[in-house]
């Protein structure tokens, strides 16, 4: 069974600080791994998406890498701004029977950068 | 276009009432998810949809009943709900999955803003 963790589970930084999240799933034969911001009683907005084929994404200030055999993602946010206080989310694409696969998320890293 | 709207934004019902979320998207995708997030939870996966025919069912009680009227669509009718059924459902939409898509499972899902659902 596939099973999505992140550490830090909450993380909070001054302003102007370089940032790394961590994400880790126990079964590597994904599709792919997408991170993902939500804020407090908000919807999921898509930040990357990184195929199993490769090994990072970049985005503005953000930058996700991914070692399949590992097991493992980062996410990296530079120069870290209030704007970017919220819960980050990984998900794993994990296959399944035809047409069963689906998306399994992390537990999350709640982040506050406070000025 | 890359919006998921759904309705309504905040609902509170009894556990006798019967009630419709509903979800919509004009993108052209043709899976559409439900999900259910608990406080300081991660969401979980509830229903998939595609082409408009049930894919998954996360063993989710009858309570709750999907419905994809059509393509744009989708409703999750909610009918003799518990306290513990409080939670915000959020609704998603990709360009599609299976293996008669695998071309689609590198792009992304879409998230609707989410229902905050209170059973009182």
């Known amino acids: 069974k596939q099973e999505v963790t992140q550490i830090p589970a909450a993380l909070s930084v001054p302003e102007g600080e370089n940032l790394v999240l961590n994400c880790s799933f126990t079964d590597s034969a994904i599709y792919n791994l997408q991170w993902f911001r939500q804020d407090p009683g908000k919807g999921l907005t898509s930040l990357l998406l990184i195929q199993s084929s490769q090994r990072e994404q970049t985005s503005g200030r953000l930058n996700a890498s991914l070692d399949k055999s590992s097991g493992r993602s980062t996410l990296y946010i530079a120069a870290s701004q209030p704007g970017d206080s919220a819960t980050y989310l990984c998900?794993?694409?994990?296959?399944?029977?035809?047409?069963?696969?689906?998306?399994?998320f992390g537990t999350g890293t709640r982040l506050q950068v406070f000025p | 276009d890359t919006e998921v709207t759904q309705t309504p934004k905040h609902l509170v019902m009894g556990m006798t009432n019967k009630k419709s979320l509903k979800c919509e998207q004009h993108m052209g995708h043709r899976a559409m998810y439900w999900y259910k997030q608990k406080a300081k939870k991660p969401p979980e996966l509830m229903f998939v949809?595609?082409?408009?025919?049930?894919?998954i069912n996360e063993s989710v009680p009858s309570r709750f009943s999907p419905e994809c009227p059509n393509s744009s669509l989708l409703n999750l009718h909610l009918h003799a709900l518990q306290p513990e059924d409080s939670a915000l459902y959020l609704c998603?939409?990709?360009?599609?999955?299976?293996?008669?898509?695998?071309?689609?499972?590198?792009?992304?899902?879409?998230f609707g803003p989410g229902t905050r659902l209170t059973v009182t």
């Open positions: 998603a939409s990709s360009q599609g999955l299976g293996l008669a898509d695998q071309r689609n499972r590198n792009l992304k899902q879409y």
């Open positions: 998900a794993v694409r994990h296959p399944g029977a035809y047409n069963t696969d689906k998306l399994i």
């Open positions: 949809y595609s082409y408009e025919k049930l894919s």
